[in-house]
C-alpha cells in the first residue's frame, strides 16, 4: 500500500468512518453504521501495516465499550484476532493501553474482548498460539493486576466491582489454556517481582483453580490484603 502511495487516503477515509461510529440511534441504523465501519476495518488490517494502530483504541471504544447488544461484543472478537494474527506482539502495546486507562468501563469491556478471544476454540490460527501465548504473560496476566492494586481503585466501587470480576474471568481463561505454565510464571516470575508473601502466593493459586464464582469474591479479597 505504501509504494502505491495509498496509505493516506485510506487513513482519511477511517478518520471520516470512526466517528460515524458514535450514532446513537438504536436498531438497524446504528446496525448497519457499525457492521459497514466493522468490515472496513477488517479490510485496512488486511491492506495497512501498522498505520492502522492509533486506530485500535477508538474502535474498541465505540464498537464495544458503547455497545449496547450482545452481539455486538462478539462480532467484533475476529477483528481483534485478526489484529493480534498478523501483527502478533507489536499490537499489544495498543490493547494493553486500554487495559490501563482510568476508564474502568472500558477496561473491563477490553478484559471480556480478550477473555473471548483467549476461550473461544479457534479464534487464534495455530501458527499464532505462541505469540498469543507471550501476549498473556506479558501483559494481560499484569494488566490484570496493575489497575486493582492503584490506591485510587475503589474495591468497593460497582462499576469497578464489575471490572475486577471480569479481571478474574479473565485469569480464569487463561488459566484453562495454559494451565501449569501461567502457575509457574505467576509463582516464580510475576509475583517475585513484588516480593509478595509466599503465603499469600500460595492462597491466590490454590483460589485460580477453583470455581470461577469462588474465585471472583476471593479475588477481590486478596486486593484489600495487598492494600
Known amino acids: 500500500m505504501a509504494s502505491c502511495g495509498c496509505v493516506e487516503p485510506f487513513l482519511e477515509a477511517l478518520d471520516v468512518f470512526l466517528p460515524a461510529l458514535q450514532c446513537n440511534e438504536k436498531g438497524d441504523p446504528r446496525s448497519i453504521v457499525h457492521a459497514g465501519v466493522r468490515q472496513f476495518l477488517h479490510r485496512m488490517v488486511v491492506c495497512l501495516d501498522e498505520e492502522i494502530f492509533p486506530c485500535i483504541p477508538v474502535a474498541i471504544r465505540h464498537l464495544v465499550t458503547n455497545c449496547t447488544e450482545p452481539r455486538d461484543l462478539y462480532e467484533f472478537v475476529p477483528l481483534i484476532s485478526q489484529m493480534v494474527s498478523k501483527f502478533k506482539g507489536k499490537v499489544a502495546g495498543y490493547l494493553k493501553g486500554t487495559l490501563d486507562c482510568s476508564d474502568t468501563n472500558s477496561q473491563k469491556t477490553c478484559f471480556g474482548v480478550l477473555r473471548k478471544v483467549i476461550s473461544t476454540p479457534g479464534m487464534v490460527p495455530k501458527q499464532y498460539e505462541e505469540d498469543m501465548n507471550q501476549f498473556l504473560f506479558k501483559h494481560l ?87
Open 141 to 227: 496476566i499484569p494488566a490484570a493486576f496493575s489497575a486493582p492494586s492503584k490506591p485510587e481503585f475503589d474495591l468497593n466501587d460497582a462499576q469497578n466491582i464489575l471490572t475486577l470480576g471480569e479481571a478474574a474471568l479473565c485469569l480464569k481463561a487463561v488459566h484453562a489454556r495454559c494451565g501449569p505454565s501461567m502457575l509457574d510464571f505467576l509463582r516464580n516470575s510475576y509475583f517475585p517481582s513484588f516480593n509478595m508473601p509466599p503465603a499469600l502466593v500460595n492462597e491466590f493459586l490454590n483460589d485460580l483453580v477453583t470455581d470461577a464464582k469462588v474465585f471472583k469474591s476471593r479475588f477481590k479479597e486478596f486486593f484489600k490484603k495487598l492494600r
